[in-house]
């Protein structure tokens, strides 16, 4: 019967209108910085320009409280019709039961893209049981950013590009470069407390925070746990500053553009911001390691599409998914200074032809060695849990002994009781 309707609504010129000359009228919510809503919105516009009788109007919602908005609204029943869905929330929005199972839709004709299409693994918490609740936008690896004109106030005269071809580029390196940034007077490296960050200098080490059962393994893996030392360090040194201590209104990325701050870790979503500031002079480089490899996993972000399931006009709203998400969808979005990585086959050339910044490639290198962590993230409410833990670290009021045993008494907790359920 859905193969029948899906016919029906998408024989009509690429309208779901039935030819009625009335519009179609779609809502989207996704979080964002101003940059990035520009970016997410070229993608409206071009499915618009296809399908002139469906309108989708964007709805920017604030980052800090989304997850909580989105499962309010999809249990009210008043939700978007698509939305962008974080690798956290997925596993909570498909036990709700709100969002559409994409599986069949997306091997419809219908579709403007395949399941195929994307890399294996970079579906995570979105396919479940071998159904699809959610499609991913694109990905953002996680490179370093750093300031050029902070790093030559400091007076360091090899930069970070330098040192990565002699192999050099390494946690040292990174710990003698911050330490020279804040002696001049500014931030060597903001450290947020998001895990993915703390994943990367795990992983950049050769260590691991999970097996592959997806037990917690800190207190047996010493790579793992140097990680944290290093981090306490340098936070103790000053070369490492957390990103909650900074005074509100001064985020990292706007300190980093005002060149307060020489280095931040982040995917492509803080390209399009940077680009727009001319006086700026920055670029990427990969996480420095600490095992003698050129180069090491880092995380990749990601973030997917979804449909509401109670959606008055679920079949478009698939329709428009599946365009978004497709090759077309991520090159109308992407070219010239997009928000992130491609996730489908066939379009890398929209970051490797990228001039801004100057070795933009590195993005598709740390895409091709990266990791979508998929083990965290299937258990609700870790991460929170985990990054209240870790702050106490960060801001200096906790060694990095007691961070590990208290990280580790509290994921083995949380592990138990998300299996005993």
Same mark, same amino acid.
């Given at each position: #019967?859905?193969?029948?309707?899906?016919?029906? =609504?998408?024989?009509?010129?690429?309208?779901?209108?039935?030819?009625?000359?009335?519009?179609?009228?779609?809502?989207?919510?996704? %979080?964002?910085?101003?940059?990035?809503?520009?970016?997410?919105?070229?993608?409206?516009?071009?499915?618009?320009?296809?399908?002139?009788?469906?309108?989708?109007?964007? =709805?920017?919602?604030?980052?800090?409280?989304?997850?909580?908005?989105?499962?309010?609204?999809?249990?009210?029943?008043?939700?978007?019709?698509? @939305?962008?869905?974080?690798?956290?929330?997925?596993?909570?929005?498909?036990?709700?039961?709100?969002?559409?199972?994409?599986?069949?839709?997306?091997?419809?004709?219908?579709?403007?893209?395949?399941?195929?299409?994307?890399?294996?693994?970079?579906?995570?918490?979105?396919?479940?049981?071998?159904?699809?609740?959610?499609?991913?936008?694109?990905?953002?690896?996680?490179?370093?950013?750093?300031?050029?004109?902070?790093?030559?106030?400091?007076?360091?005269?090899?930069?970070?590009?330098?040192?990565?071809?002699?192999?050099? %580029?390494?946690?040292?390196?990174?710990?003698?470069?911050?330490?020279?940034?804040?002696?001049?007077?500014?931030?060597? @490296?903001?450290?947020?407390?998001?895990?993915?960050?703390? @994943?990367? %200098?795990?992983?950049?080490?050769?260590?691991?925070?999970?097996?592959?059962?997806?037990?917690?393994?800190?207190?047996?893996?010493?790579?793992?746990?140097?990680?944290?030392?290093?981090?306490?360090?340098?936070?103790?040194?000053?070369?490492?500053?957390?990103?909650?201590?900074?005074?509100?209104?001064?985020?990292?990325?706007?300190?980093?553009?005002?060149?307060?701050?020489?280095?931040?870790?982040?995917?492509?979503?803080?390209?399009? #911001?940077?680009?727009?500031?001319?006086?700026?002079?920055?670029?990427?480089?990969?996480?420095?390691?600490?095992?003698?490899?050129? #180069?090491?996993?880092?995380?990749?972000?990601?973030?997917?599409?979804?449909?509401?399931?109670?959606?008055?006009?679920?079949?478009?709203?698939?329709?428009?998914?599946?365009?978004?998400?497709?090759?077309?969808?991520?090159?109308?979005?992407?070219?010239?200074?997009?928000?992130?990585?491609?996730?489908?086959?066939? =379009?890398?050339?929209?970051?490797?032809?990228?001039?801004?910044?100057?070795?933009?490639?590195?993005?598709?290198?740390?895409?091709?060695?990266?990791?979508?962590?998929?083990?965290?993230?299937?258990?609700?409410?870790?991460?929170?849990?985990?990054?209240?833990?870790?702050?106490? #670290?960060?801001?200096?009021?906790?060694?990095?002994?007691?961070?590990?045993?208290?990280?580790?008494?509290?994921?083995?907790?949380?592990?138990?009781?998300?299996?005993?359920?």
């Amino acid at each position: #019967m859905f193969l029948i309707l899906l016919l029906v =609504v998408s024989g009509c010129g690429g309208s779901k209108s039935g030819g009625s000359g009335k519009k179609v009228e779609l809502s989207m919510a996704a %979080w964002g910085n101003p940059a990035e809503i520009k970016v997410y919105q070229k993608g409206l516009d071009a499915y618009e320009k296809l399908n002139p009788d469906v309108k989708i109007k964007l =709805v920017p919602v604030p980052g800090d409280n989304y997850e909580e908005k989105l499962l309010t609204e999809l249990s009210a029943g008043k939700s978007h019709d698509i @939305f962008y869905v974080g690798d956290n929330t997925m596993p909570k929005l498909v036990e709700t039961g709100k969002i559409a199972d994409l599986t069949e839709f997306l091997d419809s004709s219908a579709s403007y893209v395949k399941a195929s299409d994307f890399a294996d693994g970079l579906w995570g918490a979105a396919r479940k049981d071998g159904k699809i609740y959610g499609v991913s936008v694109d990905n953002n690896p996680l490179v370093m950013y750093y300031n050029k004109k902070v790093l030559a106030d400091a007076g360091i005269d090899k930069s970070p590009q330098e040192l990565y071809d002699a192999g050099e %580029w390494n946690w040292q390196a990174f710990e003698d470069m911050t330490g020279k940034i804040n002696a001049a007077g500014n931030k060597g @490296f903001v450290a947020d407390g998001w895990t993915a960050h703390l @994943f990367s %200098w795990a992983w950049s080490n050769g260590g691991q925070l999970y097996d592959d059962n997806g037990d917690f393994i800190l207190e047996d893996n010493p790579q793992a746990q140097e990680a944290f030392k290093f981090l306490e360090r340098n936070i103790k040194k000053g070369n490492f500053t957390y990103a909650g201590s900074l005074p509100k209104g001064q985020g990292a990325d706007a300190m980093f553009m005002s060149n307060q701050v020489g280095f931040v870790a982040a995917g492509r979503w803080l390209t399009p #911001m940077f680009s727009e500031n001319k006086t700026l002079e920055f670029d990427y480089i990969p996480w420095p390691t600490n095992t003698g490899n050129k #180069m090491e996993p880092a995380a990749i972000a990601i973030a997917y599409m979804s449909v509401a399931k109670d959606s008055k006009h679920v079949e478009e709203a698939m329709k428009f998914m599946s365009f978004y998400t497709s090759a077309e969808g991520q090159k109308a979005r992407l070219t010239g200074n997009g928000n992130a990585v491609p996730s489908v086959n066939g =379009v890398d050339e929209l970051i490797t032809d990228d001039a801004i910044p100057e070795h933009a490639k590195y993005l598709i290198d740390a895409r091709e060695i990266g990791v979508v962590e998929d083990k965290q993230v299937q258990i609700p409410g870790l991460e929170q849990e985990l990054r209240d833990i870790m702050e106490l #670290m960060y801001l200096g009021k906790q060694d990095a002994d007691k961070t590990i045993a208290e990280v580790s008494k509290k994921a083995k907790e949380k592990i138990a009781e998300h299996r005993s359920k």
